[in-house]
């Protein structure tokens, strides 16, 4: 298929658009996009509301109460049969309110994650009018010219029509790893990657006609790898399962024996229902949607909805330097040439004249480009590196955009991570010249002569010597260090035999400041139990520098040239030892340092490059940078900072601590409240002579609508902890049901049953409707007990989330209205008097102390 679709041919509307030069008009644009409509794969599935109403019912449970109610609405009508049409319509009114949370809570996941979805939308840049401007990849139309450059996810499928050394990655399509190299006249496909080269590609089909969109159907039937933490909850719902199933069976045939089949069977399956916790999932997905939200608020775009508790997990940070540590916005500061050092601000128009090579050579050997901004300025876009060269070019007056008309580019070698140089062939006046750029060390090996007061002179050892002391006394000042080159040559095709015997012009050192904040970020990650590790490309005495600056502590540094030498087990060595800045680093050493910490480390790893994205997605959490990243990066990234700011990590941290928490705080409030429910209902059948259940089926279903709605849902706003990231990083074995939680989910359901049996036995004496209604009614009043104990254990008060005290005043005022208003007689309970309400908050009083108690003890002697 895919051979199949390289040979199409360009339709013969766009052919006369294969120039490119000036691209369509932004009126051809319009009617196209009309025509065509967005460039975007359409769901095949899409989620649909009635679908999700619908799924809340398939549960066997919930299908077997559904059909006992109707069975015994039917039975009813039979002679000699008593109807039981109330208790039936109750029933079917409560599933169906149940229904609806359900759905609410699963609708509002489903919208949080298409709200992130549509946030991620990436941009492209397209000539339109004649000029160069970035749109969304969902405006692109055929006919459109789509500049392409290294680490471009290509938006559309389309005929290249310009190609400078384009490599594309297709694996995506054909399923194969290997590179491939493409030319004028070969097409590119949609949503392949090109990882080296640029070039403009003439766009003949968008969205579901490209090769992509007639294989939607069947990508969309991939699923995702479940995380450690959804197979943890999948694992325990299955227990928990099991385990209710069985009490609910034992039940079923106890109560056969003291009630009759049919209330023997409605109880138990409404007990079951009510205590199987098949919502968890859904609550846990919303908390984590809504995490997503706010991680989004604070400039981190979550892609995979599990890296939220994931990220809050971690032990160690590796970071880039360049825009994340650092600001990212490069200037050129000193200049080394002929010899001399420059200060930027005290050159003089005679420096400047004399540095014409050097300024040539940083215009020439340059990808950064004009562009028009929203407000209709020219600015200058790229890579920082190249933007701040020809700022400075642009700042000293050289004629910057007449040198590259007048110096036409006919080739280039484009620069890589393994290279760490980039060199461009161009002709002017008849002859052809070669300009490089790069890191000093490297392309000084390629020079043999030097420019020396306007003349060309041979490179000696002491000239070499000169150069490198020169590069590092500005890397210990914190620069970032180019140097320049060039030569005259014959060649008239591009390739690395044209980079030998080169001229040395000069050194240019670039200034990124640190940010602002980073410091204040290093020492709050420090106090987390996080330990932070440069691994950046940039020269060794430069990220010393910085390191010193921010105060990231590390016991030396090591370089990639080093690492290169080093065994994993030296490497690990070193690690332990605390080193923690790794200079002049690959994309294939960042991977090889990764692997080692991940041995005994749950690990973020930052990228931006395209050999980045194995490593981003080998991580615990990858994080693509959004400002300066690839497109290939992002795609291949579980976050991306769309400020690049390492302060954005270390928040997003603190979120992800802040869900983890909470999720494992409401699992601990649901399944307390369920383990009372099952013990009080399961003893009482076995051990109390009843004619009838002590609680029945109606009261049983409203009880969990009450406790498992809107509490448990607030609970996941609740505010981050006090200290939250004074705390050391949980351990890689420690899962959301540690020992603590545990013993409190058990302890707690003790204490409340204890509390629910004892105000049943005092009350009795009143009558069983009596005591039923206290009990009915001291098991919603009573989660108020275990938010008591939950908020004390973590030093939060009600007020800290209104939203929470909301819901819990609401859900007692419904069970008032249940019980103080007509709707009792439907629910078969009566009003409560002075007496019940005297024994009810009496234990309420004893229970809260009893779980403060516990609380303190469980903190202090279980962790």
Request: a neutral charge; charged letters at 25%; glycine letters at 8%.
């Amino acid at each position: 298929m895919h051979e199949e679709w390289e040979k199409r041919k360009i339709p013969a509307a766009y052919k006369k658009l294969s120039s490119g030069k000036d691209g369509i008009s932004d009126d051809d644009a319009y009617k196209r996009l009309l025509k065509h409509g967005k460039n975007e794969i359409r769901k095949t599935h899409k989620v649909s509301p009635v679908k999700i109403f619908l799924s809340q019912f398939t549960s066997p449970l919930i299908i077997i109460l559904i059909a006992a109610a109707m069975l015994s609405f039917g039975a009813g009508f039979l002679p000699g049969s008593e109807p039981e049409i109330v208790d039936s319509v109750l029933i079917m009114i409560i599933v169906v309110a149940v229904g609806v949370s359900g759905f609410f809570q699963d609708w509002r996941a489903e919208m949080a994650i298409e709200a992130l979805k549509k946030m991620s939308t990436p941009t492209a840049v397209v000539i339109r009018n004649g000029k160069e401007i970035e749109i969304s990849t969902s405006d692109i139309v055929p006919g459109d010219v789509v500049v392409v450059g290294a680490g471009d996810i290509i938006p559309a499928d389309g005929k290249i029509i310009q190609s400078f050394d384009m490599v594309l990655d297709e694996s995506i399509l054909t399923g194969e790893s290997k590179s491939i190299r493409k030319g004028s006249g070969n097409i590119a496909f949609m949503n392949t990657s090109l990882i080296t080269g640029r070039g403009k590609i003439l766009v003949f089909a968008t969205g579901m006609k490209t090769m992509v969109g007639t294989l939607a159907e069947k990508m969309e039937k991939i699923s995702d790898t479940k995380t450690p933490f959804q197979k943890e909850l999948d694992k325990f719902s299955k227990k928990i399962f099991w385990m209710i199933a069985s009490i609910a069976l034992l039940m079923l045939v106890v109560g056969y024996f003291k009630y009759g089949l049919y209330s023997a069977f409605l109880t138990s399956i409404s007990l079951a229902v009510a205590a199987i916790p098949e919502g968890l999932p859904a609550v846990v997905t919303l908390a984590l949607a809504l995490g997503a939200k706010s991680m989004a608020g604070s400039n981190a775009l979550v892609r995979k909805l599990p890296v939220v508790e994931s990220v809050g997990s971690v032990n160690v940070i590796c970071t880039d330097k360049t825009g994340t540590l650092t600001k990212n916005k490069m200037s050129v500061t000193r200049v080394f040439f002929n010899d001399a050092v420059y200060d930027r601000m005290e050159m003089n128009p005679d420096d400047v004249r004399k540095m014409d090579k050097l300024m040539l050579c940083g215009s020439l050997c340059n990808d950064s480009k004009a562009m028009f901004n929203d407000k209709g300025e020219k600015v200058m876009t790229g890579d920082q590196t190249e933007v701040s060269i020809a700022e400075f070019a642009i700042s000293k007056r050289f004629e910057y955009e007449n040198a590259r008309e007048t110096y036409k580019r006919i080739g280039e070698i484009p620069f890589t991570s393994k290279r760490k140089m980039m060199s461009v062939l161009c002709s002017h006046g008849g002859k052809n010249y070669v300009f490089s750029k790069g890191a000093p060390e490297v392309l000084l090996k390629r020079c043999t002569k030097v420019l020396y007061g306007g003349k060309v002179k041979k490179l000696d050892n002491e000239e070499r010597e000169k150069i490198m002391r020169q590069n590092s006394e500005f890397a210990t000042h914190a620069l970032r260090v180019l140097a320049f080159a060039y030569k005259e040559t014959r060649s008239s095709a591009a390739d690395e035999k044209m980079e030998k015997d080169l001229v040395f012009i000069g050194l240019e050192g670039m200034l990124d400041p640190p940010r602002d904040d980073v410091r204040e970020a290093l020492d709050e990650c420090k106090t987390a139990g996080i330990r932070v590790v440069m691994v950046t490309g940039d020269n060794i005495e430069t990220a010393k520098a910085i390191a010193n600056e921010i105060g990231l502590e590390s016991k030396t540094a090591v370089s990639g040239d080093s690492l290169e030498h080093m065994t994993d087990e030296r490497l690990s060595s070193m690690l332990d030892d605390g080193v923690n800045i790794f200079a002049r680093v690959s994309p294939f050493d960042k991977l090889r340092i990764l692997k080692v910490l991940q041995m005994h480390n749950r690990v973020i790893m930052t990228g931006d490059g395209v050999n980045d994205a194995l490593a981003l997605k080998k991580s615990d959490v990858g994080i693509a940078m959004g400002g300066r990243g690839t497109e290939v990066a992002k795609e291949a990234s579980d976050m991306i900072l769309m400020d690049d700011n390492f302060a954005t990590i270390r928040n997003s941290v603190r979120e992800g601590r802040r869900i983890f928490d909470n999720i494992r705080k409401f699992v601990n409030y649901q399944l307390t409240c369920h383990l009372a429910e099952v013990v009080v209902i399961f003893m009482a059948t076995l051990f109390f002579a009843l004619d009838e259940p002590i609680l029945i089926p109606i009261q049983i279903l409203w009880i969990n609508l009450l406790t498992d709605g809107m509490p448990a849902i607030a609970l996941g706003l609740d505010p981050a902890l006090p200290g939250i990231m004074r705390r050391q990083p949980r351990s890689m074995k420690e899962g959301i049901f540690n020992r603590n939680t545990m013993y409190s989910i058990v302890l707690m359901g003790g204490i409340l049953s204890a509390l629910l049996f004892t105000a049943y036995i005092l009350i009795s004496p009143l009558g069983v409707e009596t005591a039923r209604s206290a009990l009915f009614m001291g098991f919603v009043l009573y989660e108020f007990i275990k938010m008591a104990e939950i908020r004390h254990s973590e030093e939060l008060s009600f007020f800290d989330n209104k939203f929470l005290l909301v819901a819990l005043v609401s859900s007692i005022a419904l069970q008032m209205a249940v019980v103080y208003t007509p709707l009792n007689v439907y629910f078969s309970v009566v009003p409560l008097g002075v007496y019940e309400w005297l024994v009810l908050i009496s234990l309420a009083v004893v229970g809260w102390f009893s779980s403060i108690g516990m609380s303190r003890l469980l903190n202090k002697y279980v962790k």
